[in-house]
């Protein structure tokens, strides 16, 4: 199995300021057609995971341009350049190459 | 607007069988892979599951082989996972997710989940 490994565990930001996750994975996410196969997802409290970025940099729909993705191979990167009071949650790095395996996870509160 | 909404879910006992479903709308459901993804309460997320958009390819966890099978009826927009043999480490909050496409081990929309206690 893939095994993605998510820092930090967690993260306390202050309003306006940026936060940073790092996702690694255990070997290259790169598929064969030529996309990487990496995700993040938001679970916000109460609520299910909703898509945040595909496939590394791609926003998803309705996602705020203050959310970005970087990365390739095995190192990955979510940033956010301003941190909001609605951004807190637990954020969730992904691999969907073949049998999709999930990092740990990074909570994100405001400070 | 995409909407999953599972349900099923209930308390059993070990050993038992539950079966649960998911009813899509507001996509063209037979067009998409699905996804059973599981969470133990406070804890982090599972894939459980995959079938493909026709349901000729399918494929579960190692901890589920053997005792959990996924399925889907497209003409009643339905996912469904069959389970058998529940333990209790099975315990946990079930999500069905549409993928993005036909054949996609990704997900981008998820339901709100149905709660299995073992």
């Known amino acids: 199995d893939v095994v993605l490994t998510q820092t930090p565990a967690s993260l306390s930001v202050a309003p306006g300021q940026p936060a940073s996750i790092s996702c690694k994975s255990s070997q290259s996410l790169l598929h064969g057609t030529g996309f990487t196969s990496l995700y993040w997802y938001v679970q916000k409290p109460g609520q299910s995971p909703r898509l945040l970025i595909y496939?590394?940099?791609n926003r998803f729909s309705g996602v705020p341009d203050r959310f970005s993705g970087s990365g390739s191979g095995t190192d990955f990167t979510l940033k956010i350049s301003r941190v909001e009071a609605e951004d807190v949650g637990v954020y969730y790095c992904m691999q969907g190459l073949h049998l999709p395996t999930f990092g740990g996870g990074t909570k994100v509160e405001i400070k | 607007e995409v909407q999953l909404v599972e349900s099923g879910g209930a308390v059993v006992q070990p050993g038992g069988s539950l079966r649960l479903s998911c009813v899509a709308s507001g996509f063209a459901f037979k067009d998409y892979a699905m996804h059973w993804v599981r969470q133990v309460p406070g804890k982090g997320l599972e894939w459980v599951s995959f079938i493909a958009w026709d349901g000729t390819n399918a494929h579960h966890a190692a901890f589920v082989e053997g005792r959990f099978t996924i399925s889907r009826d497209n003409s009643r927009n339905s996912l469904y996972l069959q389970m058998d043999s529940l333990r209790p480490e099975d315990t946990a909050l079930y999500y069905c997710?549409?993928?993005?496409?036909?054949?996609?081990?990704?997900?981008?929309?998820w339901g709100h989940g149905t709660l299995v206690t073992v």
């Open positions: 997710a549409k993928g993005p496409n036909r054949v996609s081990w990704a997900f981008d929309y």
């Open positions: 496939e590394v940099s």
